[in-house]
């Protein structure tokens, strides 16, 4: 599934069959997290990523206070402490090297290799978890490799330290969103977001300090609206996967890498790479495939089967 790069992919519970409704909240996040990333590359531009990041999250914060009483009363283990804080240690160098991303390649490019989140995910799931991996499913993973490549085009072109951050970031991601799936029977909800979100800002403060710019009044005003786009399509998103099945809602989401390209195009006067768009297209279609599969796979073992 895509995600914005700022908090882990919600807890999907079992839909209701309500396709038209699911559909609509998926558009709208597909135009908020677009919404996130055009705020970044404008209104970010000039301070240093890390500043830009600890930022995004210092004003994240604020949407936690209505829920901090139950997460205060949420029992947490040393152990599961400990793993959490490893998650949002990582998690903090991917949004450090996503927001870098945001200032040196297009928006297409940011988020086409984006979409290869899910897919490291389910690598590190089948060598980290012990997840089983059919035929179809590895089939799916080389084919979105195979579109990363068309992005990328090593060997053909120069490439941005953009492309090499963003790389690493979706890998980063992964291991967070891994984390999270770990976590995801065992702690509410709430108290995952909260934990990546209070971990990410301590960790993100020294290196945010140390290139420290004093923002202008413009540049907070965008940021905070970054948070709010991002928190607003975190919850959209939740709607869509509440509302209709991972099959209806996740091809949805080819719909925002087109705004992506029109958004470079006509607001940053970014050139249409068809290569990119290719790319893009490949992966999400592998991404779709993988993220159906382990629906129908959640619901067969749900259901006492065993599909293969």
């Not at 200032?103 to 060598?127: C, D, G, K, Q, S």
């Not at 967070?176 to 702690?187: V, W």
Request: aromatic residues 12%; positive net charge; glycine residues 6%.
């Amino acid at each position: 599934m895509p995600d914005a790069p700022f908090a882990p992919p919600p807890v999907i519970r079992v839909p209701v069959d309500r396709p038209l409704a699911g559909i609509g909240w998926m558009v709208l996040t597909g135009l908020l997290f677009v919404g996130v990333t055009a705020g970044v590359k404008h209104g970010a531009k000039d301070l240093p990523a890390p500043e830009s990041a600890f930022l995004r999250y210092v004003f994240g914060l604020v949407w936690l206070l209505p829920a901090w009483r139950e997460i205060r009363g949420a029992p947490l283990t040393r152990q599961q402490l400990r793993i959490l804080g490893i998650r949002g240690f990582a998690h903090s160098f991917a949004v450090m090297l996503w927001f870098f991303a945001m200032t040196r390649i297009t928006i297409a490019e940011v988020t086409a290799m984006n979409y290869m989140t899910p897919v490291y995910v389910t690598l590190a799931a089948a060598f980290v978890l012990g997840e089983k991996l059919a035929a179809r499913r590895i089939l799916a993973i080389l084919l979105a490799f195979l579109g990363a490549l068309l992005i990328l085009r090593p060997g053909l072109r120069a490439l941005d330290d953009g492309h090499y951050a963003m790389i690493f970031a979706a890998m980063l991601f992964a291991f967070s969103y891994l984390i999270a799936k770990r976590f995801s029977g065992e702690l509410p909800a709430t108290s995952i977001v909260a934990m990546l979100s209070i971990v990410v800002t301590v960790c993100l403060a020294p290196f945010a300090f140390a290139v420290w710019r004093t923002p202008t009044l413009s540049e907070a005003a965008w940021i905070m609206g970054v948070a709010c786009l991002a928190t607003a399509g975190h919850y959209s998103m939740t709607r869509a996967f509440a509302a209709a099945p991972v099959s209806v809602t996740q091809p949805v989401t080819f719909l925002q890498l087109i705004w992506s390209v029109l958004l470079g195009v006509f607001v940053f006067s970014e050139e249409a790479d068809a290569w990119v768009i290719l790319g893009g297209t490949v992966i999400i279609a592998a991404t779709t495939f993988i993220a159906i599969r382990e629906a129908m796979l959640s619901r067969a073992i749900a259901n006492g089967k065993d599909l293969k």
